[in-house]
C-alpha cells in the first residue's frame, strides 16, 4: 500500500475526530491506553476527592443543629428519638437530655411531636381524673385528685426561668366532721436549678403563695421550699430569736452597703478612684418592744375648781316613841307632843311631849365625786432601728515626684486633711457619739501586685488560637481535596487528553527527526522518500546520525506515548496533522 507520509513542521496539528462518536471513542481509545500506574492514581485522586467534599458537606452541616428540646427524661427523650427516626430526621443526641436537629425543621417538628403527644413529660395533671373506672373506691379519687394537684403545681414552677426541674409533695389529711380536730395540709417543694441561676427572695415567696393559694386551708407557714443542694429557701416570718433571719439579713447588708456608697461617692473625687478602701458595719436592733401606760391627775378645770361629776347626800333618823307609864286614865291616854327643832340650828337632841324615857338616832352621808383626767399612752418601738455604726477607712498615701532628682516617693496625708476627711465622713454616715458610733480614717501605702503579662505573639493569641481550632477541619480538608485534584487527578488527565501545544510541539519534533532537514539515508541513498510503504526508510547500515535519531524519538515516544501514537495513527491514515 503506497501511502504519502506528508511530514511537514510547518503544518499545525489538528483535531484527528471532529464528530461526537468520534471523540467518544477516541477518549475510550486514549483511557485504554493510558497506563495502569495513571489510572490508579486517576482513581484514587477521585476517590479522595470524593470523600473531601462529603467530608466538608458534613461538617459544614453540623453548625446548623439546634436544641428542639432540652431537660426531657430517659423515656421522653428514648420516645421523642423513636419518632425522629421515623420520620427521617437527621438528630443529635446530646449530655443534659438534649436532642438537636436542623435549624430549619426545629418549629415545624415541635409542631409535629406536639400533635402526636410528645414530649409526654414525667409528671400528670388532672388528666387522671379524665379516666375513671367503674369500681373506683373514694380513696382511689382522693388520691388521684392529690396527684393531679402535685402535677399541675410542679408543672407550673417548672415554667420559671430558673428551674429546670421541680417535685411537689402534698399532705392532704382526711376531714372528719369534728372541726376542732382536723388536721391542716401541708407542702414541701423541691427545687433543680439551673447551672448559675439562683433564686431570690420574691421569687421563692411567690412559689410558697402560689402552693398554698392552691391548697384549701394551707397556711403560707406550712410551705417548704428546698434546692437541689438541700437548702431551705423558704423562711418562716415568725423565726429565730437567737439570729437574724434572712429579711433581717438582707436589711443589715443594705444599710451597710448604703452607708458605704455614700463613703465612696464623697472621698473618690478627693483622693482618687483606686486610693480608698471603706467598709461599715452596722449593729440594728430587730426587738418588738410594746409598751402600755394609764396617767390620772386630778382635773383642775377653770378657776382651780374642782369639777365635781357628782355629789350625793343621804340623812336618815330612828326614834323609839314613849312607852306608856303610870295609872291609866285620860291624862295618860293622851297623844304624844310633836318633836320640835330648835331655831338656831343646833345639834340637840329630839324629845318629845311626855318622853321621858323615848330614844331618838340619826345618820346623815354625802359622797362627792370629781373628774380626773386619764391618759392611755402604747408605745411600740421601731423595728430594725440603728443601735450602733462602726466604720473604718484607708486612704492611699499621695506620690509626691522629686523636681531635682525626679524620683517618686510617697508620703501620708496630713493630719489636717485627715481631719477634714473625718468631719466629712461623719456627716455623710450620721455619725452619733451618743449612741456609740465610732469612725477611723487612716492613711496607708496600698500594695500592688504586679501581675507580668507575657507579650504573646500573634499566633499565640486567644482568639487566634480558637480561629485556627474553629478552620482546621474545614481547611484540613479543602487541602486534601486541593492535593487530590492537582496532584493526582490532573497529572493522569495530562497522560489522557494533552494538551494542544504539546501536541504541536511533539509532531514537529518527530517530523524533524525522520523527515526533516536531517534526513535518515534511504535505500537508494537519499533522503527519506515519502512513497514508501508505511513511512519508514529502509537503512542501509548503521549510522550515527540515523542511531541518534532513533534514540531521540523513542524518548518521545516514552516520554509522551499518547501524542506519538496519535501521530503515527494520522501518518497510517492518511490524514493531514
Do not use: C
Amino acid at each position: 500500500m503506497d501511502t504519502a507520509l506528508a511530514p511537514n513542521a510547518a503544518m499545525p496539528v489538528a483535531a484527528v475526530a471532529t464528530g461526537e462518536a468520534a471523540t467518544t471513542v477516541t477518549y475510550r481509545e486514549r483511557l485504554a491506553q493510558m497506563p495502569m500506574r495513571s489510572k490508579v492514581m486517576m482513581g484514587a485522586g477521585l476517590a479522595v476527592l470524593a470523600a473531601a467534599v462529603l467530608a466538608i458537606t458534613l461538617w459544614s452541616s453540623q453548625g446548623d443543629f439546634r436544641p428542639l428540646f432540652t431537660g426531657l427524661s430517659d423515656k421522653d427523650g428514648g420516645a421523642v428519638i423513636a419518632q425522629l427516626q421515623q420520620m427521617n430526621v437527621p438528630y443529635r443526641n446530646e449530655p443534659g437530655g438534649i436532642i438537636s436537629v436542623p435549624a430549619a425543621q426545629v418549629y415545624d417538628l415541635r409542631m409535629k411531636l406536639a400533635a402526636a403527644g410528645l414530649p409526654k413529660g414525667g409528671t400528670v395533671g388532672f388528666e387522671l381524673m379524665d379516666k375513671s373506672s367503674i369500681g373506683q373506691t373514694q380513696f382511689n379519687e382522693r388520691l388521684n385528685f392529690q396527684r393531679g394537684l402535685e402535677g399541675e403545681l410542679t408543672r407550673t414552677i417548672t415554667a420559671l426561668a430558673d428551674v429546670a426541674d421541680a417535685r411537689v409533695h402534698l399532705a392532704l389529711p382526711q376531714q372528719n366532721g369534728f372541726f376542732r380536730e382536723q388536721q391542716k395540709p401541708s407542702a414541701s417543694v423541691m427545687l433543680t436549678l439551673r447551672p448559675g441561676h439562683v433564686l431570690g427572695r420574691d421569687q421563692v415567696a411567690g412559689i410558697v403563695h402560689l402552693v398554698s393559694s392552691s391548697v384549701p386551708e394551707l397556711n403560707p407557714k406550712a410551705v417548704s421550699v428546698l434546692d437541689q443542694t438541700g437548702a431551705l429557701l423558704s423562711t418562716n416570718p415568725d423565726a429565730s430569736a437567737n439570729g437574724l433571719d434572712q429579711q433581717q439579713l438582707l436589711y443589715k447588708q443594705q444599710v451597710e452597703a448604703t452607708t458605704t456608697k455614700r463613703i465612696y461617692e464623697l472621698l473618690e473625687p478627693v483622693v482618687g478612684h483606686d486610693n480608698l478602701r471603706a467598709t461599715v458595719s452596722a449593729d440594728l436592733d430587730f426587738n418588738q418592744v410594746e409598751s402600755t401606760a394609764e396617767e390620772y391627775k386630778p382635773n383642775q378645770g377653770q378657776g382651780n375648781a374642782p369639777a365635781v361629776r357628782s355629789q350625793q347626800t343621804n340623812e336618815s333618823t330612828n326614834a323609839t316613841p314613849q312607852l306608856p307609864t303610870g295609872v291609866p286614865g285620860a291624862a295618860t291616854n293622851q297623844p304624844p307632843v310633836p318633836a320640835t327643832a330648835p331655831v338656831n340650828g343646833a345639834s340637840a337632841p329630839l324629845q318629845t311631849a311626855g318622853g321621858g324615857n323615848g330614844t331618838q338616832s340619826s345618820r346623815r352621808d354625802a359622797t362627792t365625786n370629781y373628774e380626773l383626767d386619764k391618759m392611755v399612752r402604747v408605745t411600740r418601738n421601731s423595728v430594725g432601728t440603728v443601735r450602733r455604726l462602726n466604720a473604718a477607712v484607708v486612704i492611699n498615701q499621695r506620690q509626691v515626684t522629686d523636681p531635682k532628682t525626679g524620683k517618686t516617693s510617697s508620703e501620708p496625708l496630713p493630719q489636717a486633711e485627715i481631719d477634714k476627711i473625718t468631719a466629712l465622713v461623719q456627716e455623710t454616715m450620721g455619725f452619733n457619739a451618743q449612741r456609740g458610733d465610732s469612725l477611723k480614717i487612716i492613711s496607708a501605702p496600698f500594695v500592688s501586685d504586679k501581675v507580668d503579662v507575657p507579650d504573646l505573639p500573634v499566633w499565640k493569641q486567644p482568639w487566634v488560637l480558637d480561629l485556627v481550632r474553629a478552620s482546621a477541619v474545614p481547611l484540613a480538608l479543602v487541602a486534601v481535596a486541593l492535593i487530590a485534584v492537582f496532584g493526582m487527578v490532573r497529572p493522569a488527565m495530562r497522560t489522557l487528553n494533552p494538551p494542544e501545544a504539546e501536541a504541536t510541539e511533539t509532531a514537529e519534533e518527530l517530523h524533524a527527526i525522520v523527515g526533516g532537514d536531517e534526513a535518515l539515508p534511504g535505500a537508494e541513498g537519499g533522503a527519506l522518500d515519502g512513497g514508501n510503504v508505511h513511512g519508514l526508510p529502509m537503512l542501509e547500515g548503521p549510522s550515527e546520525n540515523a542511531t541518534q535519531m532513533l534514540q531521540r524519538a523513542r524518548l518521545m515516544a516514552k516520554s509522551n506515548p499518547i501524542a506519538v501514537a496519535n501521530i503515527m495513527r494520522n501518518w497510517m491514515t492518511g490524514e493531514e496533522i
